[in-house]
């Protein structure tokens, strides 16, 4: 269901508790990555523009939730904040203390200007966070008049800040930021009613990780196409030989279910009809071309040319694409090859008219590194979130928000 937008309340002159999802990887302190950053700003410009004072709130890593440490310190991330908003934040953004709660944080939220940023410190350094505390939420709710929800990659957890912070505040509007509202909609609304051919592509390592998304899918694609390491598991179950390729053993069972689902659905499942193998996942690791089976003391780590097409074929003729992981080891040349092809691929079938979502985490990482990001009709922050979305779950996090 559509949730009410940022968009359509009155800021002005009022504090706006904004989850936002600065998880960010850092390297000494140095961020490595900061489209989560970029992603928040429309939601963070709306509300500053329109005079209103954003109280932005966020985790960072996993730290021991018994006070600060530096090493997981949103600091950097206020910086960089400020860098990207410049003049836009009046007065600069505002990073007050250590402390999410303590007297200068509380000090600098109340003294915030219109037009004002304020970033707090790691809500993860209060346990009460990951346990989802009330008692944590309400001191938080007294910070803020409107609760605003962007942070998409954290809307499968039932943090305080996701679940108790909204609730605590009632009957105070709680809404959705421009980012969120994109991710509904989209990874909502492709699953939900799907521009046909609609194709789903899953790739990564495991099958138990995607077992419920497979399932889903499933009843809705016409079509789905996996690679990567999980493909293995599914092969093994029809009985082809996979040499040393990752396996689930205690998912055989499950991997032979899935292939009589999608006979009895009559969706057409695309597995790999050839592969490029490697001795050891390493670099520099000799390597061999397969079709069909895989000899023993090589493991596949890619698919294979004929394999690449076949999934590109399917996806170019699409009308709506998902896809979440890759189909091989796309960090790693040569084995990047396959998860190149359908990268392209998907990038065609939007230039063709199709609605096109790659899924967060390594796929997110595999658009940006083969150029194609801003070709595609969307793609997730969220890792976890957006396959629990493709899984048909419902998160809790989102029933807290106004319907539109």
Known sequence: MAKRSIADIDVAGRRVLTRVDFNVPLDGGRIVD??????????????????????????????????YEEAYSLRPVAKRLEEL??????????????DCLDEAAQAAVEALPE??????????FHAGEKKGDADFAARLASLGEIYCNDAFGTCHRS?????ALPRAMKPAPAVAGFLLDAEIRYLQGAVADPKRPFVAILGGAKVSDKLGAIRHL????????????????????QGVAVGGSRVEPDMLGEAKDVLDLAAAKGRQLLLPIDHVCGRALQAGTETISVDGAIPEGWMGLD????????????IRAAGTVVWNGPMGVFEMPPFDAGTRRVAEAVAAATEAG??????????????EVFGVANRLSHVSTGGGASLEMLEGKAFESLAMLDDA
């Open 115 to 124: 037009g004002g940023v304020a970033l707090l410190e790691n809500l993860r």
């Open 354 to 367: 199709a609605v096109t979502i790659a899924g967060g985490g390594d796929t997110a990482a595999a658009v």
């Open 34 to 67: 900061d489209r989560r950053i970029e992603a928040a700003l429309p939601t963070i410009r709306s509300i500053v523009s329109r005079g209103g004072r954003a109280v932005l709130l966020s985790h960072l890593g996993r730290p021991k939730g018994v006070g």
């Open 303 to 314: 698919v294979g040319p004929r394999t690449a097409e076949a999934f590109a074929s399917a």
């Open 218 to 237: 499933l009843e809705r694609v016409d079509a789905l196409v996996v690679g990567g390491a999980m493909a293995y598991t599914l092969l093994a179950a």
């Open 85 to 98: 908003l410049g003049e836009e934040a009046i007065g600069g953004v505002a990073f007050p203390s250590e």
């Open 159 to 163: 943090d305080a800040s996701m679940v």
